[in-house]
């Protein structure tokens, strides 16, 4: 089975009801590490993510990955910024993705213990999922997420609303599935976050892409006026 | 008030003592009324998760109509229905009318909007819920509908409960398909009928009295059953 | 959920399949509101071991049913109606089984002193002139279109009545109940009247004419016409129902001490 990447994007648009949301983006990512996007509200972090995703139609252009579309959807998954919970037990929401590629609900159970006792939340297997904090939730929507191994994992804003310890322990888990070689794009407004975690960031504005640099050198010598107000702290318009 | 409170002592006399042919026609209504509402369900609930999950493009007219149909009045579909099982009718080799199985289709044609109605609209709410979700996680439109079907299942009890209230207290569609024969179509509601005709009031009450008691009774069982279940809220 | 599923259909499921002879007969509400077929049923049931499965609707509704061939026989008292039934087909022939009579009901005050009318007309002209509250089938029943040739021979014509003629498209009960409920006169058969169980303020205030009798018929339905109908079965009720043993039933029915019927049949056809 050949890998996702290298994929890239040609004139890629993503567009809604005639209006164009971002793009046209020519872009190429590899396969390693970690892409973080950033950029202004309304700049089209959310729907770029989706755009590559695929959830995100596209009014234009061409995303090709280095195997089929299908296999390429099929090893990603997608932590919404607002977490969905299934109305069911934190257990039933685990094992519900590996439940739906077929696994045996004895294996399915299993992995959910190993995952949830890594995102901390071994002891709330019986638990409604409905009924958890913010940062429970979250981190059962990344458990979910990882749990199917994808080889890429795409996060928008995953730690908007949580507080330092537990977005300590979400960046902590991130940076293990990176080190295990899964590959994260993910959207943050947190200048802290992006800097920690970044390989290699891409700057939106507009819903163009505008900037783009590796980790530790766009945050040191930013190349755009604007990247560097945004860096800043500035308001960009 | 004499016959309604004779009815009521008429109704603890009747069974109290297990009349035998209170029993006989008590079980009757609950076999038709239920037959008839685990086929609706079949029907009404996967097709209800259908119109809620799929898009094309008669689809708010398919849910209209839907909708309009549940005020469908139940003699027009009895006589419809009769038209077509009558030996004169497309449908008369199968020799079917005046049984009970010719009750339970006109029952099951009469609660399936109900149901699928109600239902749609819990559906298409779960829907909205877990949109983003499952379109991400690449899941098949089967699953993605026994996902919204099982979620739900509370909201589509109730949607069930609602088609069984509809189907036990009706009498004019299968008056008309079931004919009230003696010992082989009459149930609760039709006995009522006949009674209420020839005037035998505190009977007729007596029998409306016995109906009542078991759409509770029914609705009781149902409700503790589905509490097996050790989940709780959801 | 699953328990609930399994218990509902284990429920559904449970039915037996009974294995008598069985023929389906459409009667008029008002012969099945006199009771006699509680007492025929069953011993028809013993000496013919068949199961008489009765239909109890309006004269027109049977006719229909006959027509379509979705019962065996049926058993009417409207000759109009039953000879257009077997001229066109429809039956075989009609055999007159019995008679009953149809008696005026009304307030007991008797507000157009029809209870010492001469003749029923006469009676029907009373009610007329007093422009009193009459109740009518007006549901093409045998029992409508009787009250309505009374109607005509009284020199009325039921469709110029207005206000006070009140025709209510239903059965015999359901009109009683409307007459006991507003004190209106009304024309029913006697054995409807004497098991009728909510009489309220309503009283027999006529009857005797010999225009009243009332004559039941039963036809077969037409086997070339509907070749599945049970025949066989058809002919054996009609003979036992012309039989000394049914006579002896018929006329010897009664409620409290008043027979109903008169059985009228001739041996041959």
């Known amino acids: 089975m050949s890998d996702l990447f290298p994929v890239r994007l040609e004139a890629a648009r993503a567009t809604r009801r005639g209006r164009t949301l971002v793009g046209p983006v020519d872009l190429e990512l590899d396969g390693a590490g970690t892409t973080v996007v950033i950029g202004p509200n309304g700049a089209g972090k959310t729907t770029f993510l989706r755009m590559l995703h695929g959830t995100a139609r596209l009014g234009g252009g061409r995303i090709r990955w280095n195997c089929t579309t299908e296999e390429a959807r099929h090893h990603q998954c997608f932590v919404f910024q607002q977490p969905v919970m299934l109305r069911r037990t934190v257990m039933q929401n685990l094992i519900y993705p590996l439940r739906m590629r077929g696994m045996s609900r004895g294996e399915a159970e299993d992995r959910a213990r190993r995952w949830a006792a890594r995102v901390g939340l071994g002891s709330m297997l019986t638990r409604q999922a409905p009924v958890l904090s913010g940062g429970e939730r979250q981190k059962l929507a990344l458990a979910r997420a990882m749990i199917t191994e994808p080889k890429l994992l795409f996060l928008d804003e995953p730690c908007a609303s949580l507080d330092g310890r537990a977005m300590r322990e979400i960046e902590e888990i991130l940076q293990e599935a990176r080190a295990g070689g899964m590959r994260l794009i993910l959207s943050t407004h947190d200048m802290g976050q992006a800097r920690r975690l970044a390989d290699e960031v891409l700057f939106l504005l507009h819903g163009w892409l505008h900037d783009r640099g590796a980790g530790p050198e766009f945050f040191t010598q930013p190349a755009t006026p604007q990247a560097r107000a945004f860096l800043n702290g500035d308001i960009v318009e | ?234 | 959920m699953k328990h609930l599923i399994l218990s509902l259909a284990l429920i559904a499921c449970s039915g037996a399949a009974l294995a008598a002879e069985t023929m389906k007969m459409a009667v008029t509400t008002s012969f099945h509101n006199s009771g006699l077929a509680d007492v025929l049923l069953p011993r028809i049931a013993a000496d013919l071991d068949l199961e008489v499965q009765l239909l109890v609707v309006g004269t027109g509704q049977a006719i229909r049913l006959g027509e379509a061939g979705d019962v065996d026989a049926i058993l009417v008292h409207s000759r109009g109606a039953e000879e257009t039934f077997v001229a066109a087909g429809n039956g075989t022939h009609r055999r007159e089984i019995m008679y009953n009579d149809f008696v005026f009901i009304g307030p007991e005050s008797d507000p157009a002193d029809i209870a010492g009318a001469p003749s029923a007309t006469e009676a029907l002209q009373r009610i007329a002139a007093a422009e009193a509250p009459f109740v009518s089938r007006g549901d093409d029943s045998g029992t409508h279109k009787k009250e309505l040739s009374l109607w005509d021979d009284a020199g009325q014509d039921p469709a110029t009545l207005h206000d006070w003629y009140k025709p209510v498209g239903a059965g015999m009960g359901a009109a009683l109940n409307t007459a006991a409920g507003m004190g209106a006169y009304i024309m029913s058969d006697r054995a409807s009247w004497l098991n009728f169980g909510n009489k309220g303020d309503l009283a027999l205030l006529f009857s005797g004419d010999a225009v009243l009798f009332n004559q039941y018929a039963y036809l077969p339905v037409n086997p070339e016409k509907h070749g599945h109908v049970k025949h066989d079965l058809a002919m054996k009720l009609e003979n036992w129902l012309v039989s000394d043993t049914a006579k002896g039933l018929i006329d010897g029915y009664t409620i409290d001490g008043e027979t109903l019927f008169v059985f009228n049949a001739k041996a041959a056809d």
């Open chain 2, 1 to 234: 008030m004499v016959d309604i409170w004779s009815g009521l002592v008429q109704a603890a006399w009747l069974v109290g003592t297990l009349d035998a042919e209170l029993l006989e026609i008590a079980l009757r209504s609950l076999k038709v009324t239920l037959s008839a509402l685990i086929i609706a369900s079949l029907i009404a609930l996967p097709l209800a998760a259908l119109l809620a999950v799929r898009r094309f493009r008669f689809r708010r007219t398919v849910i209209a109509v839907l909708n309009a149909l549940m005020g469908l009045p139940p003699v027009v579909v009895g006589l419809v229905v009769y038209v077509l099982l009558s030996r004169s009718g497309p449908l008369g080799v199968l020799g079917l009318l005046f049984t009970p199985t010719a009750m339970v289709i006109a029952q099951v044609v009469i609660i399936v909007p109900l149901i699928a109605s109600i239902a749609h609209q819990s559906i298409r709410d779960l829907w909205q819920e877990y949109h983003d979700l499952l379109i991400s996680m690449n899941v098949t439109q089967g699953q993605k509908i026994r996902t919204l079907l099982w979620d739900s299942r509370r909201a589509l009890l109730t949607a069930a409960l609602a088609g069984f209230g509809r189907g036990i207290g009706e009498v004019g569609a299968i008056m008309i398909v079931g004919g009230n024969i003696d010992h082989a179509t009459r149930v609760l509601t039709t006995a009522i009928a006949l009674e209420t005709g020839k005037g035998n009031f505190a009977l007729a009450l007596a029998l409306g009295f016995v109906l009542i008691a078991l759409a509770i009774a029914v609705n009781l069982a149902i409700h503790a059953l589905s509490r097996t279940e050790r989940e709780g809220r959801w």
